[in-house]
């Protein structure tokens, strides 16, 4: 599905590519963008659930386009990019933000456990920004907001997701030295417990309803509530606006609470 893209492609509008986008913090974050007056690629491996997220910002007057692609392949990573500047316009934008859960213990956890976790989060990542930043770096002006994790700090059965969400708050000020004389920005959000389907597959694995778990979970929470896709959201919003330009190599975690 694609817009004419015409005011972006002009240079009046960023192009924002947020990744992970079809539903959940990634859907959230790519509306939020859209109602900030961005040009969003939705790109996500489910094309499908990419397109209703696309579709429901052109609905509500934003300018959106749905982007197939497996972000941990070199070569969908590099042709979602070119489509994107391509559609709409020089990417300004990245919101590294597609993850998938494979949890276990140590013990019971395998090579390919760990390989698709690392890969989806870093390996894509890293391929994502190394194609979008060319565009940064030519416009001397771009933003870089990677998805962290509380769970970076440790979590049992997450060691690789643990590995990974800290390997991305790495990333994310390696980011920001090389880039900072560009103009780029680089910063990582780490969020607590949001209420998603990544979440509510933990529910189910670990048998426990997931409304119940939730109401067990903020008891814990100082602001006595698990998070919103839109809590994560504003905080993406606020890294992309023109004076959040001195902040940079940051981790913001965004979890009710100090969790860091
Ligand atoms: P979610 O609901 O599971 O959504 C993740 C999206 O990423 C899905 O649409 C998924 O598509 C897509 N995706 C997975 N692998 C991909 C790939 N290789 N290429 C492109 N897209 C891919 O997850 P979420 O809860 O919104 O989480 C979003 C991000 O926040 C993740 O990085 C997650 O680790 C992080 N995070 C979440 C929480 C939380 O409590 N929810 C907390 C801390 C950090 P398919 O379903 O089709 O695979």
Redesign the pocket.
């Known amino acids: 599905m694609t817009t004419t893209g015409a005011a972006a492609r002009s240079g009046r509008q960023r192009v924002a590519i947020v990744?992970?986008?079809?539903?959940?913090?990634?859907?959230?974050i790519a509306s939020r963008l859209a109602d900030d007056g961005m040009a969003v690629a939705v790109?996500?491996?489910?094309e499908q659930?990419?397109a209703r997220t696309a579709n429901a910002i052109l609905e509500a007057g934003g300018l959106a386009i749905a982007v197939a692609?497996?972000?941990?392949?070199e070569t969908?990573a590099d042709a979602a990019v070119d489509r994107v500047v391509s559609e709409l316009g020089p990417v300004t934008v990245l919101v590294?933000?597609?993850?998938?859960?494979a949890d276990n213990l140590i013990f019971k956890m395998t090579v390919d456990d760990w390989d698709s976790v690392l890969?989806?989060?870093l390996r894509?990542a890293f391929l994502m920004t190394r194609a979008a930043q060319a565009y940064m770096t030519q416009a001397k002006w771009g933003r870089i907001i990677n998805?962290?994790?509380?769970?970076a700090l440790g979590n049992r059965g997450q060691v690789n997701?643990a590995a990974?969400?800290a390997g991305?708050q790495g990333f994310t000020k390696t980011l920001a030295l090389e880039l900072g004389k560009f103009g780029v920005t680089a910063n990582a959000?780490?969020?607590?417990?949001?209420?998603?389907?990544?979440?509510?597959?933990?529910a189910e694995r670990l048998g426990v309803d997931f409304d119940d778990w939730k109401v067990a979970v903020s008891r814990d929470i100082p602001v006595g509530r698990?998070?919103q896709?839109e809590d994560?959201a504003a905080v993406a919003s606020f890294f992309c606006r023109e004076e959040a330009g001195y902040v940079s190599g940051q981790v913001i975690y965004v979890a009710g609470g100090p969790r860091s």
């Open positions: 990744t992970g986008a079809a539903r959940g913090i990634g859907a959230a790109v996500d491996v489910d659930a990419g692609a497996d972000v941990a392949d969908a590294n933000n597609a993850g998938i859960i890969d989806v989060h894509g998805l962290s994790s509380t769970s997701y990974a969400k991305m959000i780490a969020p607590g417990f949001i209420d998603t389907e990544m979440t509510q597959a933990t698990v998070g896709p994560i």
